[in-house]
């Protein structure tokens, strides 16, 4: 199993050799590093100890090999500098594979300036953070990126995070609200009822205006009296009815199938992950249309808990790994979600069971530095720690229930991680899958709703 880190570009923008060969030192095999990525400050602590790194959402990388028609009416991403160009060639020269990260849909800037193509709620405000994957333009413009990415010099794959529905409370600005929202309230704001989601909801058989006035009387009345939340699925039913919200959710996740396929189609042949979840209900840039869907669309899925949840990450490995398709782990080296080298070391053993080919730690420059040394030989096969010493027993309080503040990752910031399903029993069996291009497209089907998130 290898191992490798989540990056920013900007953290090779100043000896970029130095940075990479101190990466490699460290026994790290690989990085993902941000091709496309939104708006951030990073408080550093490796490549510039203590520095703020303050930065807008964009390309980082130039490509002028197919410019764009005149005229043209997709949204494109503003473009912040060449680092990824540069990294990307200090990384390789140092021996390590480079992942092109891309975020894709969680994009202020196309989202802004092209506001009939953002994300619309239910009482028709845009959001000016996220693309809807419904619009065809959209998935013209993530096929696009995808399409230059792949064609940078020394990129050996591509990672797809934001590629689906985002929510409203992923956002730049300070999100303000003084009334408690439920997490199925949060998932009821992500709804998108854009002239194309209202048009997918339509072919599904739904009644458009009764679903809007049924989510609409839903959140005025959270707002008017809190109520205390339940469990999410459960909630959205009591909201919806049952067969109204396992259409919706059937719509949604036909959606971002297909955004995904088209985007893997475009990669001309480099493998593709996708950042992913078993939560239907997830709308905080993990794509949410079932791991089987999304592994036959993909070929590759990472499947990630950044909240230090190492029971939720290993269900959900598992339930992953039945689909036979490619699985990256992804967990956080952060000081509030790791908590010693014991944890790390049981964490590898979970992926490396469940079959993953990587695990994939965020990120360089943000963890502590120090924890770098703890990476080498962390891939090798060795005995699991125990899981006593990372999972929380019956009745104690994880430092995410306590209400620790969190520096949430990329495309997942302020959601309270509220989708990590309980899937099963870990599995090794991994088979390969077919390639992305010789797929097709099944007919609309309702998912099942997954085990309450406990």
């Known amino acids: ?225 809190p109520r205390p939340a339940g469990d999410p699925a459960t909630d959205a039913r009591a909201v919806l009815g049952d067969d109204l919200h396992a259409t919706v959710l059937a719509v949604r996740a036909r959606v971002t199938e297909e955004l995904v396929r088209t985007a893997a189609e475009a990669a001309g042949g480099l493998p593709v992950s996708v950042r992913t979840t078993a939560d239907p209900h997830a709308c905080d840039g993990k794509s949410a249309a079932g791991f089987d869907a999304l592994a036959d669309a993909a070929g590759g899925l990472t499947v990630t808990d950044l909240s230090g949840d190492a029971g939720a990450l290993r269900r959900d490995l598992a339930a992953a790994a039945r689909t036979g398709a490619r699985i990256s782990a992804g967990w956080s080296l952060a000081a509030d979600r790791t908590t010693d080298e014991a944890q790390l070391a049981g964490v590898a053993a979970d992926a490396r069971s469940a079959g993953a080919d990587a695990l994939v730690l965020y990120a360089y420059d943000l963890a502590p530095a120090a924890r770098l040394a703890w990476l080498r030989g962390l891939g090798a096969a060795r005995p699991a720690a125990p899981t006593t010493t990372y999972e929380s027993a019956p009745g104690t309080t994880t430092a995410a229930a306590a209400g620790l503040a969190i520096a949430g990752p990329p495309s997942a910031a302020a959601p309270g991680t509220a989708g990590e399903a309980a899937l099963g029993p870990a599995t090794a069996a991994v088979t390969a899958r077919p390639s992305p291009a010789a797929r097709t497209t099944a007919p609309l089907s309702v998912p099942p709703t997954p085990e309450p998130v406990r």
Not at 114 to 121: C, E, F, K, M
Request: charged content about 20%.
């Open 1 to 225: 199993m290898k191992v490798e880190v989540f990056a920013h570009p900007l953290s090779f923008r100043d000896r970029p050799r130095a940075q990479a060969e101190h990466l490699a030192g460290s026994g790290v095999d690989g990085v993902r590093l941000a091709f496309a990525y939104h708006g951030g400050r990073w408080l550093l602590t490796t490549s510039d100890p203590c520095a703020v790194a303050d930065f807008r959402a964009g390309r980082w990388f130039h490509d002028d090999s197919a410019p764009e028609p005149a005229g043209t009416i997709r949204p494109q991403l503003p473009v912040r500098g060449d680092d990824a160009t540069a990294a990307t060639a200090a990384l390789r020269g140092a021996g390590l594979s480079v992942t092109a990260w891309l975020v894709g849909l969680h994009q202020s800037g196309p989202a802004g300036r092209h506001p009939g193509s953002a994300l619309r709620n239910v009482f028709g405000h845009r959001y000016r953070h996220a693309l809807c994957p419904a619009r065809p333009e959209v998935r013209d413009y993530a096929a696009d990126l995808v399409a230059r990415t792949a064609r940078r010099p020394g990129v050996s794959g591509l990672e797809l995070e934001a590629f689906g529905y985002l929510g409203w409370q992923h956002q730049s600005a300070h999100d303000k609200l003084g009334t408690p929202l439920r997490p199925v309230d949060r998932w009821l704001l992500s709804l998108c009822f854009c002239p194309a989601c209202a048009a997918r909801f339509t072919a599904a058989g739904v009644d458009v205006p009764a679903l809007t006035q049924a989510v609409r009387a839903a959140l005025r009345a959270q707002l008017d009296a």
